[in-house]
């Protein structure tokens, strides 16, 4: 029988696979940071609460983790199994705004309790694929030999960087503006005034740019 202990654990195994604590998950996956903190497991009369079925397919999407995978996370000996070996190495991150200040020692580098780590999302699983930038014509948000990484899987949030392939045209890269229940609006990266919409059935894909080397 599937306990409630049994199933936080095995979200906080996931999270450890991945090189995220329960709150870098949450935030990887488009949930509120606070989704998966202990504090939220219980109500404040006691009585047990359980994670939405919604809250865990997006984890499983944002890793790519299978269902049968995390099945077997339920039990105790499968969760220290490590992450799969495409999976990219953390990396240090932290908040950045003009109040914040993240911790650096006396060489540079990141310590203390702002940093979390950040793993980019396994190649094969979240079909990962990278364009290199040519011309001048995305300045001045890229460059000329630029290259960027995108992900069809991962979620498209308003104010996310995307290629876009229309139906009968080029694919391009923009910023998704907003959408509504039947288009998407679009705004350029070089910064022109003009805006682009879209409606749902005139795109063909898009992916979300989760990466850029500059």
């Not at 049968?68 to 490590?82: H, I, N």
């Amino acid at each position: 029988m599937l306990s409630h202990e049994q199933i936080w654990a095995a979200i906080d195994a996931l999270a450890k696979r991945h090189g995220l604590t329960s709150s870098g998950l949450a935030k990887r996956a488009g949930l509120d940071p606070t989704t998966f903190n202990p504090s939220k497991r219980f109500a404040g009369d006691g009585r047990p609460r359980w994670p939405s079925t919604e809250s865990l397919s997006k984890i499983l999407e944002a890793t790519g983790e299978s269902v049968g995978r995390f099945v077997a996370g339920l039990d105790p000996e499968e969760r220290t199994v490590p992450a799969r070996p495409e999976a990219f190495a953390g990396i240090p991150v932290a908040a950045f705004s003009s109040e914040a200040d993240a911790d650096f020692d006396a060489k540079g580098a990141p310590t203390g309790p702002a940093w979390e780590p950040l793993t980019l999302p396994p190649r094969k699983a979240d079909k990962l694929f990278a364009l290199s930038v040519e011309g001048d014509g995305l300045l001045p948000v890229y460059r000329h030999g630029d290259v960027v990484v995108i992900s069809r899987k991962t979620p498209v949030r308003t104010g996310d960087r995307v290629v876009v392939k229309p139906k009968n045209s080029q694919m391009t890269l923009l910023c998704l503006e907003h959408r509504t229940a039947k288009a998407y609006v679009f705004k350029a990266l070089s910064g022109a005034s003009a805006r682009l919409q879209l409606g749902h059935e005139d795109v063909d894909w898009m992916g979300r740019i989760v990466w850029a080397s500059q």
